[in-house]
């Protein structure tokens, strides 16, 4: 539908009717209008899952791995092929808009939501989101590239003020942005920070360069509840306001362009992009119907269960992997991780998926009937008690497995109950005269001794075991943040001594109250054993295997939307258990179950060392698939690793006075530890795979013009015994140059598969982008002629080849 025809669509409509069409209807839906066959569209969080309107454990959705694993497979066609798997779950649950992807930048190692986020690299991360909205929107889906822009940590993220300059920001923050567009993205989520003094629903940004510059033709829409004033952000090029009924803009809105203080031109064009996106998503007559999938089909697990294999990055490998089954008789696997992983991060974005395969599973599946598994869990981790759930409660009620909610009014009489099947609720709609909401299970423990009991969100809440009450008390909230009042709000824990089987009735209570969020958490966690005991038993059960596999990791809420992380510790004993094993078997792989940057400090005493991120619901069988040699290793690493906090060259992300300064500029990432001289644990673009390359010869242009891409092909050996695949990494350099540049920058990357001995022929293409620098003085883009380094290699500190090419005017 071209202008035109949305111009004529616009003037049928009143400007109250206008101004209702750029508020949500509700949480997740935008308002329709049948005037002109407008329906209402349906929103969903991503980018590893598409929830749907409804926070219910029994509407269970696909799980992808995380966005961190995306990143690390550099495997664009893949990545796309999972885009259009997130199409076809948002058809299934009746979305037409996915808020995905995340398009910030790993800037710091302790960013809480580094999960959610691609790269610490700008063209990586545009690359991979790129392709991520090219598969989701072929499909009819609209993606959404959010958190324009700066939103690249959590303290105070509501309220940040992120300083940087100019040039940083057009090279480094906005630049995964612009390659959205050029994808075509179809929606712009601004952010709640603030750049420069300004929010960013009220930034010019907004204006240009995205809309002007850029040529955005699509939807800006605000992050849930981030606007807050009327006429800025009404002024402003935003275009949709989220959530609703309420909201700053409605009849406010009305009343500011009434009074000439909102042009009513702006208020039509942001209902003409707002058309613009109902008819490519289907929603103007003729209503356009998708496909809708069956979920979980054999396609889909055979696809997650390679982007398991696709993400992991193999960091160590001492010739233990893979693992040749025919060859066990006895396997140890240790670690809680391997028995309950985390699959995904904390957060707005989380799904509830019910099929997950553990690694343990994994690994017993795969070792049937050839070799005999041994578990032991060691010591506990230090994991936050879980909700309750199916396993081990059952509705007082029907003595089905899991809970009860109830929904009570003032004196107690119930007015809604509902069979559920997680402790981790949000309240449905609630009748009238609501004012308490009630969870009831009975737990059948299977362990005696003093077990922990917990109870979440903000306001009036109580705890009883068996009719004692362990917490009684008024929670107020110290945050208005989202995720943290809606989705993962505190837990108050206390403990209580129980009997080996024998039930006990636990009830949470939380009082309703406005502002304290839809959020009721109630968790139990048994005793925790004894470290010493639980790490002898692990050492006794790895001395006896012929291979030990040891899967460690972050909890719950160490990686989290709404808060950035203190320390880059896996916590526990985990680091004691790792040592330990890997002492009493040389054969110990080590399997990293984080979304981001951990410390490894026994990397050099393990025999091998796999991380796999947070792999999705198939993580245990993609994990065997690695484990056991019928899948490679593929990912790379997306960001770069340090051996310890203390060593990262940039780090910060709590504000000052308000205010959070990028004084690093241009260098994150590899360029930091680059300008800092500093060797890290790993680099950005590192994974070793399960075979060798010899990096044959390279074919570089020794001229090119300003403006216009070049190629380089680089010719490389499998030198290994095995088939593999080997992608290749071309870095740019510009010694005496006469603006600032980092040390070196990554420019692009081919990937190529090879048969044992055979030779294979990497094309890196080159973009122009790679040679621009942003030029403050003149408010553009502009390219430095003269000599540039140009090196080819397989990470940002393993090049293989070093030459020169000359860069000319147009």
Same mark, same amino acid.
């Given at each position: 539908?071209?202008?035109?025809?949305?111009?004529?669509?616009?003037?049928?409509?009143?400007?109250?009717?206008?101004?209702?069409?750029?508020?949500?209807?509700?949480?997740?839906?935008?308002?329709?209008?049948?005037?002109?066959?407008?329906?209402?569209?349906?929103?969903?969080?991503?980018?590893?899952?598409?929830?749907?309107?409804?926070?219910?454990?029994?509407?269970?959705?696909?799980?992808?791995?995380?966005?961190?694993?995306?990143?690390?497979?550099?495997?664009?066609?893949?990545?796309?092929?999972?885009?259009?798997?997130?199409?076809?779950?948002?058809?299934?649950?009746?979305?037409?808009?996915?808020?995905?992807?995340?398009?910030?930048?790993?800037?710091?190692?302790?960013?809480?939501?580094?999960?959610?986020?691609?790269?610490?690299?700008?063209?990586?991360?545009?690359?991979?989101?790129?392709?991520?909205?090219?598969?989701?929107?072929?499909?009819?889906?609209?993606?959404?590239?959010?958190?324009?822009?700066?939103?690249?940590?959590?303290?105070?993220?509501?309220?940040?003020?992120?300083?940087?300059?100019?040039?940083?920001?057009?090279?480094?923050?906005?630049?995964?942005?612009?390659?959205?567009?050029?994808?075509?993205?179809?929606?712009?989520?601004?952010?709640?920070?603030?750049?420069?003094?300004?929010?960013?629903?009220?930034?010019?940004?907004?204006?240009?360069?995205?809309?002007?510059?850029?040529?955005?033709?699509?939807?800006?829409?605000?992050?849930?509840?981030?606007?807050?004033?009327?006429?800025?952000?009404?002024?402003?090029?935003?275009?949709?306001?989220?959530?609703?009924?309420?909201?700053?803009?409605?009849?406010?809105?009305?009343?500011?362009?009434?009074?000439?203080?909102?042009?009513?031109?702006?208020?039509?064009?942001?209902?003409?992009?707002?058309?613009?996106?109902?008819?490519?998503?289907?929603?103007?007559?003729?209503?356009?119907?998708?496909?809708?999938?069956?979920?979980?089909?054999?396609?889909?697990?055979?696809?997650?269960?390679?982007?398991?294999?696709?993400?992991?990055?193999?960091?160590?490998?001492?010739?233990?992997?893979?693992?040749?089954?025919?060859?066990?008789?006895?396997?140890?696997?240790?670690?809680?991780?391997?028995?309950?992983?985390?699959?995904?991060?904390?957060?707005?974005?989380?799904?509830?998926?019910?099929?997950?395969?553990?690694?343990?599973?994994?690994?017993?599946?795969?070792? /049937? @009937? +050839? =070799?005999? $598994? !041994?578990? %032991?869990?060691? *010591?506990? #981790?230090?994991?936050?008690? &879980?909700?309750?759930?199916?396993?081990?409660?059952?509705?007082?009620?029907?003595?089905?497995?899991?809970?009860?909610?109830?929904?009570?009014?003032?004196?107690?009489?119930?007015?809604?109950?509902?069979?559920?099947?997680?402790?981790?609720?949000?309240?449905?709609?609630?009748?009238?005269?609501?004012?308490?909401?009630?969870?009831?299970?009975?737990?059948?423990?299977?362990?005696?001794?003093?077990?922990?009991?917990?109870?979440?969100?903000?306001?009036?809440?109580?705890?009883?075991?068996?009719?004692?009450?362990?917490?009684?008390?008024?929670?107020?909230?110290?945050?208005?943040?989202?995720?943290?009042?809606?989705?993962?709000?505190?837990?108050?824990?206390?403990?209580?001594?129980?009997?080996?089987?024998?039930?006990?009735?636990?009830?949470?209570?939380?009082?309703?109250?406005?502002? /304290? @969020? +839809? =959020?009721? $958490? !109630?968790? %139990?966690?048994? *005793?925790? #054993?004894?470290?010493?005991? &639980?790490?002898?038993?692990?050492?006794?059960?790895?001395?006896?295997?012929?291979?030990?596999?040891?899967?460690?990791?972050?909890?719950?809420?160490?990686?989290?939307?709404?808060?950035?992380?203190?320390?880059?510790?896996?916590?526990?004993?985990?680091?004691?258990?790792?040592?330990?094993?890997?002492?009493?078997?040389?054969?110990?792989?080590?399997?990293?179950?984080?979304?981001?940057?951990?410390?490894?400090?026994?990397?050099?005493?393990?025999?091998?060392?796999?991380?796999?991120?947070?792999?999705?619901?198939?993580?245990?069988?993609?994990?065997?698939?690695?484990?056991?040699?019928?899948?490679?290793?593929?990912?790379?690493?997306?960001?770069?690793?340090?051996?310890?906090?203390?060593?990262?060259?940039?780090?910060?992300?709590?504000?000052?006075?308000?205010?959070?300064?990028?004084?690093? @500029?241009?260098?994150?990432?590899?360029? %930091?530890?680059?300008?800092?001289?500093?060797?890290?644990?790993?680099?950005?673009?590192?994974?070793?795979?399960?075979?060798?390359?010899?990096?044959?010869?390279?074919?570089?242009?020794?001229?090119?013009?300003?403006?216009?891409?070049?190629?380089?092909?680089?010719?490389?050996?499998?030198?290994?015994?095995?088939?593999?695949?080997?992608?290749?990494?071309?870095?740019?350099?510009?010694?005496?140059?006469?603006?600032?540049?980092?040390?070196?920058?990554?420019?692009?990357?081919?990937?190529?598969?090879?048969?044992?001995?055979?030779?294979?022929?990497?094309?890196?293409?080159?973009?122009?982008?790679?040679?621009?620098?942003?030029?403050?003085?003149?408010?553009?883009?502009?390219?430095?002629?003269?000599?540039?380094?140009?090196?080819?290699?397989?990470?940002?500190?393993?090049?293989?080849?070093?030459?020169?090419?000359?860069?000319?005017?147009?």
């Amino acid at each position: 539908m071209d202008d035109e025809e949305l111009d004529r669509l616009i003037d049928k409509l009143t400007l109250g009717q206008k101004v209702r069409l750029l508020t949500g209807a509700t949480t997740w839906r935008t308002a329709g209008e049948a005037a002109i066959g407008l329906r209402e569209m349906v929103t969903s969080d991503g980018p590893a899952g598409v929830r749907g309107e409804a926070w219910d454990e029994r509407r269970t959705s696909v799980l992808l791995p995380s966005a961190s694993a995306l990143g690390a497979m550099w495997d664009e066609e893949l990545v796309e092929r999972l885009g259009g798997l997130l199409a076809d779950e948002a058809a299934r649950k009746g979305v037409d808009v996915v808020l995905a992807p995340t398009l910030n930048l790993h800037r710091s190692p302790l960013g809480g939501r580094h999960f959610e986020c691609f790269a610490e690299d700008p063209e990586l991360t545009g690359r991979t989101g790129a392709a991520l909205i090219r598969g989701v929107q072929a499909r009819g889906v609209a993606a959404t590239a959010k958190h324009f822009v700066g939103n690249d940590s959590e303290t105070d993220r509501l309220t940040v003020d992120v300083r940087a300059s100019e040039r940083t920001l057009r090279e480094v923050y906005l630049a995964p942005f612009e390659a959205a567009v050029e994808a075509g993205v179809w929606l712009v989520m601004a952010g709640y920070n603030a750049v420069a003094g300004t929010t960013m629903t009220a930034s010019p940004l907004l204006a240009e360069p995205l809309k002007g510059e850029w040529g955005f033709d699509g939807v800006a829409v605000s992050d849930w509840a981030a606007v807050r004033t009327t006429e800025e952000t009404g002024r402003a090029a935003l275009d949709l306001a989220m959530p609703g009924p309420e909201s700053p803009w409605g009849p406010s809105l009305v009343r500011a362009v009434r009074d000439g203080l909102v042009a009513e031109e702006a208020v039509d064009e942001k209902v003409r992009r707002l058309l613009r996106l109902a008819d490519r998503v289907g929603a103007l007559e003729p209503h356009r119907p998708r496909r809708v999938p069956a979920t979980a089909s054999r396609d889909t697990r055979a696809l997650l269960r390679r982007a398991v294999s696709a993400g992991s990055v193999l960091l160590r490998n001492s010739a233990v992997l893979p693992l040749d089954a025919a060859e066990l008789s006895t396997v140890a696997v240790v670690g809680e991780h391997a028995a309950s992983p985390r699959v995904q991060g904390g957060g707005s974005a989380g799904v509830f998926c019910s099929d997950v395969v553990s690694p343990l599973a994994g690994i017993r599946a795969r070792l /049937r @009937g +050839r =070799a005999r $598994v !041994v578990y %032991a869990p060691g *010591p506990a #981790p230090g994991a936050p008690p &879980a909700p309750l759930g199916t396993d081990r409660c059952s509705d007082p009620r029907s003595g089905a497995p899991g809970v009860l909610l109830r929904v009570l009014d003032a004196s107690g009489r119930e007015l809604y109950a509902q069979h559920r099947l997680s402790g981790r609720l949000l309240e449905p709609d609630l009748p009238p005269g609501a004012h308490t909401v009630e969870i009831g299970a009975l737990l059948s423990p299977r362990q005696a001794g003093e077990w922990t009991f917990g109870v979440g969100g903000f306001g009036r809440m109580t705890l009883t075991v068996d009719g004692r009450t362990l917490v009684d008390g008024e929670f107020p909230g110290d945050t208005d943040d989202p995720a943290v009042v809606h989705v993962n709000p505190p837990v108050h824990t206390a403990r209580a001594v129980l009997s080996a089987k024998r039930p006990v009735h636990v009830v949470a209570r939380r009082e309703l109250v406005p502002g /304290r @969020g +839809r =959020a009721t $958490v !109630v968790t %139990a966690a048994p *005793p925790e #054993p004894d470290p010493a005991t &639980a790490l002898g038993d692990a050492v006794r059960a790895a001395r006896g295997a012929d291979a030990a596999i040891v899967v460690v990791g972050t909890t719950e809420h160490t990686e989290t939307e709404g808060y950035d992380r203190a320390g880059l510790s896996l916590g526990g004993h985990q680091d004691e258990l790792v040592r330990a094993v890997a002492a009493a078997n040389p054969r110990t792989v080590v399997v990293v179950n984080s979304g981001g940057p951990v410390e490894l400090p026994w990397r050099e005493e393990a025999g091998a060392v796999l991380l796999t991120w947070f792999p999705g619901q198939e993580a245990g069988a993609g994990l065997a698939d690695v484990l056991f040699g019928l899948a490679e290793p593929g990912g790379r690493l997306p960001t770069t690793w340090a051996a310890s906090l203390a060593d990262a060259p940039v780090t910060r992300t709590r504000p000052v006075d308000g205010r959070l300064d990028y004084t690093e @500029g241009l260098h994150i990432g590899h360029r %930091a530890w680059l300008r800092a001289g500093r060797e890290p644990a790993y680099w950005f673009g590192h994974g070793l795979g399960y075979t060798t390359w010899e990096y044959v010869a390279v074919d570089a242009p020794a001229h090119v013009v300003a403006g216009e891409p070049f190629t380089v092909r680089v010719t490389v050996r499998n030198t290994g015994a095995r088939a593999g695949r080997e992608v290749v990494q071309v870095y740019l350099a510009r010694p005496g140059s006469a603006v600032e540049r980092p040390v070196r920058w990554f420019a692009g990357h081919a990937a190529v598969r090879a048969e044992a001995g055979r030779t294979a022929s990497a094309e890196v293409v080159v973009g122009p982008r790679a040679l621009r620098h942003w030029s403050e003085a003149d408010h553009g883009w502009s390219t430095e002629p003269g000599p540039y380094r140009l090196l080819v290699g397989r990470s940002a500190g393993d090049p293989r080849w070093e030459g020169e090419v000359t860069v000319g005017g147009l």
